[in-house]
Each structure stands twice: as structure tokens, then as C-alpha cells.
């Protein structure tokens, strides 16, 4: 069965960094597409980033610069490192299996994160 | 960017009946190998979104099938044949044809 378990959501001030997980079971995370897509408070979903199966990353415009997106083959688990964070960035981040090309299959049940002075 | 535009932002539905919502992007889906790159999802209440048609018209494993998607370019539907208790949430479309992906803003749909 396909899992996707995200950690790492705090609650951080305006400048911070965090570091989100997102453990995966069932699958391989280097043989598919994997994407992190937001939901801000009460509203819609917002796609953050993706990275390849070869390696190669795509952000939106939005995080561009501030945001990277990694994986550990050998821990089989994605992340995303979060850094000169914003108010505007409070949001419930999911892990998604799929990017462009590929569906969103299969989501994690998401990590909070709360930027606030 | 591509923008997606959904309808309605609410449709309150009786069990047993039929519930239609509207999406539609500003440019085509359609890709030269004739697949529309269009995704349904829907997010019941404290859940994440799950996937419930691809490509448009393709249901995902383990999706009823009183739901169906249909649509082609830039112009969908996703239909749900007889409502039941459990469809109510928010449903979404999303187009997966180029980064970034898009999404609609969402369709609220609840029992009457």
C-alpha cells in the first residue's frame, strides 16, 4: 500500500528556515515524480515544487529561491527546506506522488506550518 | 500560468440526485497525443485531497462509478450520477499539462 507520512510543520518567526519530511512506503520515491503542493487557512490548493526522477527541480514563482526540494534514496523520503519564511507562507504543506506529465495519485495527510512574529 | 476557473463555488445537493461542476482552463489541455491533461479531486472535511478522475475521464482505482468526468481542450465536467452522503466536500480540478500546476478554486458541495 502506498504511503506518504509528512513531519516537520512549526510554528516559525518571519526569516526562519524549517526543513519538512515526507516518509514514503509502498513505492520507490526515485522512480516517480514528486511534488509538494499547499493549502493555505480555509482556501485552495497551491503547487510548490517538483522533482524529477532524474534529479531536476521546478518551483513556483512564489518560493523560487527560498525553497528546495531534495530526496534521501536511501531513507526513501522527500523534503522540502524552507528558508527566509513569510507570513504568507502559513499553509498545511502535502507530499504528492505525481508532477506534471503524471497525476497526484496519492497525498499525504499534510504538515502545518505557521509563519508569525 | 495556466488558469483554471471552476463552477459553482457551492452546490448544495439531495441524496439520491444527480450534481454536475464546471472547470475550465485558458488554454487547451488537449496534448498532441490526444490525453487532456485534467485531474478531479475531492477533499472531504479534515482530509487531504484524494484523487478521483485522470486524464479527464479516467477514473482512479477504487472511485464509484456514479462518478464520471467528460470534457476535451478547455472545457470539463466532472458528474456524480446519485449523490450520496459520503461525496460531500470540496472538489477541485487541477491541470497537470506544464509547471506550475494549477488548480481550481474549488466547488463546496454539501447535503441539502
Known amino acids: 500500500e502506498v504511503q506518504l507520512v509528512e513531519s516537520g510543520g512549526d510554528w516559525v518567526q518571519p526569516g526562519g528556515s524549517l526543513r519538512l519530511s515526507c516518509a514514503a512506503s509502498?513505492?520507490?520515491?526515485?522512480?516517480?515524480?514528486m511534488s509538494w503542493v499547499r493549502q493555505f487557512p480555509g482556501k485552495g490548493l497551491d503547487w510548490v515544487s517538483v522533482i524529477y526522477t532524474r534529479g531536476s527541480t521546478l518551483y513556483a514563482a512564489s518560493v523560487k529561491g527560498r525553497f528546495t526540494i531534495s530526496r534521501d534514496s536511501s531513507k526513501n523520503t522527500l523534503y522540502l527546506h524552507m528558508n527566509s519564511l513569510r507570513t504568507e507562507d502559513t499553509a498545511v504543506y502535502f507530499c504528492?506522488?505525481?508532477?506534471?506529465?503524471?497525476?497526484?495519485?496519492?497525498w499525504g495527510r499534510g504538515t502545518l506550518v505557521t509563519v508569525s512574529s | 500560468d495556466i488558469v483554471m476557473t471552476q463552477s459553482p463555488l457551492s452546490l448544495p445537493v439531495t441524496p439520491g440526485e444527480p450534481a454536475s461542476i464546471s472547470c475550465r482552463s485558458s488554454q487547451s489541455l488537449l496534448d498532441s497525443d490526444g490525453y487532456n491533461f485534467l485531474d478531479w479531486f475531492l477533499q472531504r472535511p479534515g482530509q487531504s485531497p484524494q484523487l478521483l478522475i485522470y486524464l479527464g475521464s479516467h477514473r482512479a482505482s477504487g472511485v464509484p462509478d456514479r462518478f464520471r468526468g467528460s470534457g476535451s481542450g478547455t472545457d470539463f465536467t466532472l458528474e456524480i450520477s446519485r449523490v450520496e452522503a459520503e461525496d460531500v466536500g470540496v472538489y477541485y480540478c487541477m491541470q497537470n499539462l506544464q509547471t506550475p500546476l494549477t488548480f481550481g478554486g474549488g466547488t463546496k458541495v454539501e447535503i441539502k
Open positions: 509502498g513505492f520507490t520515491v526515485s522512480n516517480y515524480y
Open positions: 504528492a506522488r505525481g508532477g506534471n506529465g503524471t497525476t497526484l495519485d496519492s
